[in-house]
């Protein structure tokens, strides 16, 4: 009786022990290359924007001509409160491939990878012709083909963010796979 007491001990002590090595195992960062054409930008002081947005766009969109550049939202510019802005997009209207991305300061519970993600999935829909933002700041947007009115149609049930929001979730899987060994 005692030999299978100890034998037991001896065996949830080595599980243990293999628990904590694979634990510890420090995880090691893939390296990249991408193309010249992918300019991307922080200007922000969340650290892994620029990557996991190229990332996502190089290695999982297969998007290898864009320049985003990433600022951190304006403090003060939502202050109704009737929505929390984690980020928004913006496409430079005088130049096909190029975005402004605006993010807040503090993600709070927020992941950052699905936010990015989510903001990644914009530049697709823009980039695809699919999403249109008016240029004249007319809150409306542009999406297959349907105008949507960003005053008349909240948030969570525009067409463009509900597709985001599906696309984003498959993001932070996939970018833990690919960037680290």
Same mark, same amino acid.
């Given at each position: 009786?005692?030999?299978?007491?100890?034998?037991?001990?001896?065996?949830i002590?080595?599980?243990?022990?293999?628990g904590?090595?694979?634990?510890?195992?420090?995880?090691v960062m893939?390296?990249?290359?991408?193309?010249?054409?992918l300019?991307?930008?922080?200007?922000? =002081? #969340?650290?892994?924007?620029?990557?996991? =947005?190229?990332?996502?766009?190089?290695?999982?969109?297969?998007?290898d001509?864009?320049?985003? +550049?990433?600022?951190?939202?304006?403090?003060?510019?939502?202050?109704?409160g009737?929505?929390?802005?984690?980020?928004?997009i913006?496409?430079?209207?005088?130049?096909?491939h +190029?975005?402004?991305?605006?993010?807040a300061k503090d993600?709070?519970?927020?992941?950052i990878s699905?936010i990015?993600? #989510?903001?990644?999935? #914009?530049?697709? +829909?823009?980039?695809?012709?699919?999403l249109v +933002?008016?240029?004249? #700041?007319?809150?409306?947007?542009?999406?297959?083909?349907?105008?949507?009115?960003?005053?008349k149609?909240?948030?969570?049930?525009?067409?463009f963010?509900?597709?985001?929001?599906k696309?984003?979730?498959?993001f932070?899987?996939?970018?833990?796979?690919?960037?680290y060994?």
């Open positions: 009786m005692k030999k299978n007491k100890l034998f037991i001990v001896i065996i002590i080595i599980i243990f022990i293999i904590i090595i694979l634990l510890s195992k420090k995880r893939n390296k990249f290359t991408f193309p010249t054409e300019i991307i930008k922080n200007n922000t =002081a #969340h650290n892994g924007v620029d990557t996991i =947005a190229m990332v996502i766009l190089n290695k999982i969109m297969k998007i001509t864009i320049n985003i +550049q990433f600022y951190n939202i304006k403090d003060g510019l939502f202050k109704d009737s929505i929390d802005i984690m980020a928004f913006e496409k430079v209207s005088f130049n096909k +190029q975005y402004v991305i605006f993010l993600f709070k519970n927020n992941n699905e990015i993600g #989510h903001e990644m999935v #914009h530049v697709k +829909q823009m980039e695809n012709g699919e +933002q008016s240029i004249s #700041h007319e809150n409306y947007s542009i999406y297959k083909n349907d105008t949507i009115f960003y005053l149609i909240p948030y969570e049930i525009r067409p963010e509900i597709d985001a929001v696309e984003e979730k498959s932070s899987n996939d970018l833990y796979k690919i960037l060994k």
